[in-house]
T-cell receptor, first 110, second 113 residues
Framework: TQLLEQSPQFLSIQEGENLTVYCNSSSVFSSLQWYRQEPGEGPVLLVTVVTGGEVKKLKRLTFQFGDARKDSSLHITAAQPGDTGLYLCAGGGNTDKLIFGTGTRLQVFP | NAGVTQTPKFRILKIGQSMTLQCAQDMNHNYMYWYRQDPGMGLKLIYYSVGAGITDKGEVPNGYNVSRSTTEDFPLRLELAAPSQTSVYFC????????????FGSGTRLTVV
C-alpha cells in the first residue's frame, strides 16, 4: 500500500514568516501534485511535478519533487493570511487514481 | 461553467437509512472519483470510474455502491448507514486520470446519528 506522510501536521505562524511543508513516501510516484483546501470547499490543484528534481514556482510558493520521486516539499515565502488552509500532496503512479497525503493545516495570523 | 456539482451539501441520516449522493460534471471528463474526508485528515478513495459503464473499488469501498451510466453522472449510494460513515464526501473528475490533476466538487457533509 502506498502511503504519503506529510509534516508537520499543523503549522501556526505569523504573517511574513517563511515555512516548508514536507511530503514523504517509501514508494516512487510518476507525478506529485499539491492541493490547497479552504474550509467548506473541495481541494484546488496548485501544481503538478513529474520529473525528479523538478522545481516549480507559483508566486510565493516553491514546489520541489525529490530526485528519486519519493518525496516533495512546498515552501512559502512571506506567508500571508490568505495562505491559510489545508495543504494536501497527492501521488500518481499510472494507476488512474491519486493517493493523497495526510495533510498539513496551516494558519497564518496577521 | 459549473465544473463538478455535488448535492446535497448537508444531510443527517439515521442509522440504517439509505441515501444517494449525487455528482455531476459538465467538462466531458472520463474519470470520476469519490473520496471521503474525516475531520482533519486527508482523502480516502471509495470508488472510481474510468468511463461510462466501468467502476472499480478504492481503498474504503465497504458500505457503498456506485454506478456510471453516463459520462456526466457518478452517484454514490449508501446502504444501511452507520455512524462510521459520518464524514465529508468529495466527488472529483479528471480528463486523463491522475496525471493532469482533479477538479473537485464542494462536498457533501453527512452525519449519521
Amino acid at each position: 500500500t502506498q502511503l504519503l506522510e506529510q509534516s508537520p501536521q499543523f503549522l501556526s505562524i505569523q504573517e511574513g514568516e517563511n515555512l516548508t511543508v514536507y511530503c514523504n513516501s517509501s514508494s516512487v510516484f510518476s507525478s506529485l501534485q499539491w492541493y490547497r483546501q479552504e474550509p467548506g470547499e473541495g481541494p484546488v490543484l496548485l501544481v503538478t511535478v513529474v520529473t525528479g528534481g523538478e522545481v516549480k514556482k507559483l508566486k510565493r510558493l516553491t514546489f520541489q519533487f525529490g530526485d528519486a520521486r519519493k518525496d516533495s516539499s512546498l515552501h512559502i515565502t512571506a506567508a500571508q493570511p490568505g495562505d491559510t488552509g489545508l495543504y494536501l500532496c497527492a501521488g500518481g503512479g499510472n494507476t488512474d487514481k491519486l493517493i493523497f497525503g495526510t495533510g498539513t493545516r496551516l494558519q497564518v495570523f496577521p | 461553467n459549473a465544473g463538478v456539482t455535488q448535492t446535497p451539501k448537508f444531510r443527517i441520516l439515521k442509522i440504517g437509512q439509505s441515501m444517494t449522493l449525487q455528482c455531476a460534471q459538465d467538462m466531458n471528463h472520463n474519470y470520476m472519483y469519490w473520496y471521503r474526508q474525516d475531520p482533519g485528515m486527508g482523502l480516502k478513495l471509495i470508488y472510481y470510474s474510468v468511463g461510462a459503464g466501468i467502476t472499480d473499488k478504492g481503498e474504503v469501498p465497504n458500505g457503498y455502491n456506485v454506478s456510471r451510466s453516463t459520462t456526466e453522472d457518478f452517484p454514490l449510494r449508501l446502504e444501511l448507514a452507520a455512524p462510521s460513515q459520518t464524514s465529508v464526501y468529495f466527488c472529483a473528475s479528471s480528463y486523463l486520470g491522475e496525471g493532469l490533476g482533479y477538479t473537485f466538487g464542494s462536498g457533501t457533509r453527512l452525519t449519521v446519528v
